[in-house]
Nanobody, 113 residues
Framework: QVHLVESGGGLVQAGGSLRLSCAAS???????VGWYRQAPGKQREWVAT???????NYADSVKGRFTISRDSAKNTVYLQMNSLKPEDTAVYYC????????WGQGTQVTVSS
């Protein structure tokens, strides 16, 4: 199991940007990594994935605004979030899958209108 620690959340105005980071305890080069989010009173939803083959996939709600990237040398996954909207407010979770699904503790993102 991979230990994941997210950082970079905070309060931002609508239209602003944030970059989330997810530091992994082991190599992320050959595993799938991604981000999910959970808004108050809602189910956790998938946001983006960076596959072990180097492909990226995004939920329709964030496509064109969010970018997932990976620095394998630093074992870190990033989520660049631009043009933020109030509906992006949620706790964002990093995840990794190498046969076992691992989750970080989450980082709060709040977008004010």
């Amino acid at each position: 199991q991979v230990h994941l620690v997210e950082s970079g959340g905070g309060l931002v105005q609508a239209g602003g940007s944030l970059r989330l980071s997810c530091a992994a305890s082991g190599s992320i080069f050959s595993i799938n990594v991604g981000w999910y989010r959970q808004a108050p009173g809602k189910q956790r939803e998938w946001v983006a994935t960076f596959t072990k083959s180097g492909n990226t996939n995004y939920a329709d709600s964030v496509k064109g605004r969010f970018t997932i990237s990976r620095d394998s040398a630093k074992n870190t996954v990033y989520l660049q979030m631009n043009s933020l909207k109030p509906e992006d407010t949620a706790v964002y979770y990093c995840t990794a899958y190498n046969g076992i699904q691992s989750w970080g503790q989450g980082t709060q993102v709040t977008v004010s209108s």
